[in-house]
């Protein structure tokens, strides 16, 4: 049984999953969920909605519908594997570049010079 949530009522709409226009994916996406706002944004035609009385199973007990709960990442510090402050991991960020720039020129002058 492929039950759909519309307007707090229930369809049965296994038997309209070959004949749906957009396709029977439409209507599996919407299985199990409240599809309200689905049927709503697409604009469906009086007849499609009046078609809707056909596939009516019952309704829905709004008391064991779970009320949504927003998700909130828990609070972490910065991961640092090494426990070292992070300002001389900023600090070395800077100076071991400048370090390999140094080292480069100073050889690229040794060897010009002899």
């Known amino acids: 049984?492929?039950?759909?949530?519309?307007f707090s009522f229930v369809y049965?709409?296994?038997?309209?999953?070959?004949?749906?226009?957009?396709?029977?994916?439409?209507?599996?996406?919407?299985?199990?969920?409240?599809?309200?706002?689905?049927?709503?944004?697409?604009?469906?035609?009086?007849?499609?909605?009046?078609?809707?009385?056909?596939?009516y199973v019952g309704d829905?007990?709004?008391?064991?519908?779970p009320s949504k709960v927003?998700?909130?990442a828990p609070n972490q510090a910065h991961y640092n594997q090494d426990k070292t402050p992070e300002f001389i991991i900023k600090i070395l960020?800077?100076?071991?570049?400048l370090v390999i720039l140094g080292v480069a020129v100073g050889i690229?002058?040794?060897t010009k010079a002899l």
């Open 1 to 6: 049984m492929i039950s759909v949530f519309m």
């Open 12 to 55: 049965d709409v296994t038997k309209f999953l070959e004949d749906h226009p957009g396709g029977d994916d439409v209507l599996l996406s919407a299985t199990g969920k409240d599809a309200t706002d689905d049927f709503e944004d697409v604009g469906h035609s009086t007849t499609a909605k009046s078609m809707m009385d056909e596939f």
């Open 60 to 65: 829905i007990d709004a008391s064991t519908i």
């Open 70 to 72: 927003e998700y909130k």
């Open 93 to 97: 960020q800077f100076l071991v570049p």
């Open 108 to 110: 690229r002058f040794y």
